[in-house]
């Protein structure tokens, strides 16, 4: 459902899930569970095709350590093959099956479009009309003109892209900028969307995802919800074990805490089988097994070019809960999901008529299986056009590999004189500690994670002045070398040391955050600066449309105890 801030790549954008206890040993030879549909875009060159794809995946999954995976290949016939891997549940030793349900997150999303495009051919909402026609209860602090459905659907309604769920959809919603005018990846506005259609079409979210969608398509194993009553169902779900800092190769996995989540953001789970059957849909344009579940026009407004939006770095446009692009001349239809627990991937290419799905029941800080799904279509494609098999996607490069150490390489020193010693050894960065050579792990630029239980909680990062190397900080702590210039002391609000401390929200989507101070700057995370807007009120530093807010109250002993993240509540924790 949400694009959940890591401490990897932090961008003020929501917090962290939270885990079980369990640790996860080192997973076996993975085990392939396959089924093959025949039809006649299926040739037997096929079986090449499928045993390098197998062999990439059981690859990939000791890589990522992923606990289990599910696949779905279809084309415009439907079944090409469903496959899964690995375990459903680590403890009870069962594997992933055919009928194992995964929560597809995001990918949900255009399931709601698909939902609310029948409910307006049948007349029964205007996707250009303000939302608020249809649910009054809605309140939006806004000098702009009316958020419509179409807004809402296309990621341009100008709100939050904090992933609020439903127990603040009630609370006032502030605006930043004029609806359609800029993308903004927003959960909020999908969750409105699932009280809209429940409005217009007079029952359930979950009935009308039912009706609409899953018995026309014949998905009968899919859940539009997801409820403790399906839980059998669902594969067990993984997450790190240490959330509440950076997430190192092959780090430790648990269990993560259940979650129920009617949000219409990310609400079904589904099998590799029935995915099959949605993506068969949209290869054919709306067209299901007995009739059409969408006319071709309202298909058409379905993957429409809303609006300019990456995808994962890649030129793309939004739709209607999908983005879409042309990449190499192959019209693309594309998504991801994340939840606590599962991370999702579909890829669906309308011009060779093929389509990919991948759920993994981990969630790994920002993980999605895309290079799964993106290789599955290059080998369903190469093999449909007889056409040499592309070989295996290299491996990862080893974050361990930091080509320019030499630049982090010498001796930092703090204003108490304490020192931090870095030394390259060829293309390998170590900071010395204790007496003992640590290797870091590169997790983005200028940045590493330490696999030491006195540096693991925060990112060690760099600071430059121009192209050199001048200073390193790692939570509240910075240090300086001799080619540092800039100034040495720095002030601050003496009221800020009450906001300083770890903040936890009893909600798996959010965990704790560490607020901290350091070279007189208040910073979520060690990383992102907060600019005081009022006492005790903050919103993201040099963003002058950030829309998020950062409140902390309910003082005790001079300690804020309360922190709300736009809405998110959490509670400080006297843990360390």
Same mark, same amino acid.
């Given at each position: ?93 069962? @594997? ?67 992933? #609020? ?21 927003? $959960? ?7 009280? #809209? ?163 993994? $029941? ?41 080509? $320019? ?41 200028? @940045? ?115 922190? $709300? ?12």
């Amino acid at each position: 459902m949400s694009e959940l801030i890591s401490r990897r790549s932090l961008l003020g954008h929501g917090l962290k899930a939270g885990v079980g206890l369990v640790v996860l040993k080192q997973l076996g030879p993975i085990e392939v569970l396959a089924y093959s549909g025949q039809t006649a875009q299926q040739p037997n060159n096929f079986s090449a095709a499928f045993q390098k794809l197998d062999e990439f995946i059981a690859r990939h999954m000791q890589e990522t350590g992923a606990p289990g995976l599910t696949l779905a290949l279809a084309s415009r016939d439907g079944l090409v093959r469903v496959s899964q891997y690995g375990f459903a549940d680590i403890k009870a030793g069962q @594997r992933v099956g055919p009928q194992t349900l995964f929560e597809i997150g995001s990918i949900s999303k255009s399931f709601v479009g698909v939902a609310l495009l029948q409910a307006a051919e049948e007349g029964k909402v205007d996707l250009n009309k303000p939302i608020t026609s249809y649910l009054p209860w809605v309140k939006i602090d806004s000098s702009f003109p009316p958020i419509t459905a179409h807004h809402l659907l296309s990621h341009t309604a100008g709100l939050s892209g904090v992933p #609020l769920l439903m127990r603040v959809a009630a609370t006032p919603l502030r605006t930043g900028w004029a609806p359609g005018t800029r993308f903004l990846y927003s $959960n909020i506005g999908y969750v409105l969307l699932g009280y #809209l259609l429940e409005a217009v079409d007079k029952r359930p979210f979950a009935e009308s995802i039912r009706k609409r969608i899953l018995e026309p398509l014949d998905m009968k194993s899919t859940e539009p919800i997801i409820t403790t009553s399906i839980r059998e169902k669902v594969a067990i779900g993984y997450a790190p074990l240490h959330p509440d800092r950076p997430f190192p190769l092959r780090g430790r996995i648990a269990e993560a805490p259940w979650t129920e989540v009617a949000e219409a953001a990310g609400s079904v789970a589904s099998t590799a089988g029935d995915m099959v059957a949605y993506m068969k849909m949209l290869l054919n344009r709306g067209a299901g097994p007995r009739r059409r579940v969408l006319s071709e026009k309202s298909f058409e407004l379905l993957i429409q070019p809303a609006i300019k939006a990456p995808f994962r770095g890649e030129e793309a446009t939004y739709g209607y809960g999908l983005w879409t692009s042309v990449v190499n001349g192959h019209q693309l239809l594309r998504h991801t999901g994340g939840m606590v627990a599962f991370s999702s991937s579909m890829y669906v290419d309308m011009t060779s008529g093929f389509a990919a799905f991948a759920s993994v $029941n981990a969630n790994l800080q920002g993980y999605r299986p895309v290079i799964v799904t993106r290789y599955a279509l290059d080998l369903l494609n190469a093999a449909s056009a007889k056409e040499v098999l592309p070989p295996l996607p290299p491996p990862p490069p080893s974050p361990e590999i930091v080509k $320019n150490a030499a630049d982090y390489a010498g001796t930092y020193t703090s204003g108490d004189d304490r020192k931090l010693t870095l030394v390259a050894n060829g293309e390998r960065l170590l900071l010395e500690h204790d007496g003992q050579p640590i290797v870091l792990e590169q997790a983005g630029r200028d @940045r590493f994670i330490v696999k030491h239980p006195a540096f693991d909680r925060f990112i060690l990062g760099f600071g430059r002045e121009g192209a050199r190397v001048v200073e390193a900080f790692h939570g509240p702590n910075w240090w300086i070398n001799e080619r540092y210039t800039g100034p040495k002391t720095f002030e601050y609000p003496k009221q800020w040391d009450a906001f300083v401390g770890r903040f936890h929200s009893d909600s798996p989507w959010y965990g704790s955050t560490q607020i901290i101070i350091r070279k007189g700057k208040l910073l979520l995370e060690g990383e992102a600066p907060l600019a005081e807007i009022e006492p005790g009120t903050f919103k993201f530093e040099g963003n002058p449309i950030a829309l998020e807010r950062i409140t902390f109250d309910t003082m005790v002993d001079g300690k804020a105890i309360h922190m $709300n993240f736009s809405g998110i509540d959490s509670y400080r924790t006297y843990t360390p």
